[in-house]
């Protein structure tokens, strides 16, 4: 059974800073073959790509909200991705999953229906 763990999430202030992690389990493949995406939902919109990790050592991605504050980071061995936050705004309040998929990235973020396996998500809450 897969599963895809976040965790991190919590309330903090404005210009604060928060790790997210999705832990994974439970893949039929090696954890470097999948990429990693972070999404977010924000209470009434709709979800938004955040940050990605390709597969095999592959490229890093970003939203342009998240550029130069946010950095993506995995460890294969603990088949763990992590997500940085730093300098958090009012505007990143959310509830952030992560969500993967073998040989893929890009594909997922351009549509996330594509993701084989999705987290629960973990809430982020940041006050002004």
């Known amino acids: 059974q897969v599963q895809l763990v976040e965790s991190g999430g919590g309330l903090t202030q404005t210009g604060d800073s928060l790790r997210l992690s999705c832990a994974v389990s439970g893949l039929a493949f090696a954890f470097s073959d999948y990429g990693v995406a972070w999404f977010r939902q924000a209470p009434g919109k709709e979800r938004e790509f955040v940050a990605a990790d390709g597969w095999g050592g592959g490229d890093t991605y970003y939203a342009d909200s998240a550029k130069g504050r946010f950095v993506v980071s995995r460890d294969n061995d603990k088949k763990t991705v992590y997500l940085q936050m730093n300098s958090l705004k009012p505007e990143d309040t959310a509830v952030y999953y992560c969500?993967?998929?073998?040989?893929?990235?890009?594909?997922?973020?351009?549509?996330?229906?594509?993701?084989?396996?999705w987290g629960q998500g973990t809430h982020v809450t940041v006050s002004s």
């Open positions: 969500a993967v998929k073998r040989w893929g990235v890009a594909q997922v973020i351009a549509d996330p229906t594509v993701a084989t396996y």
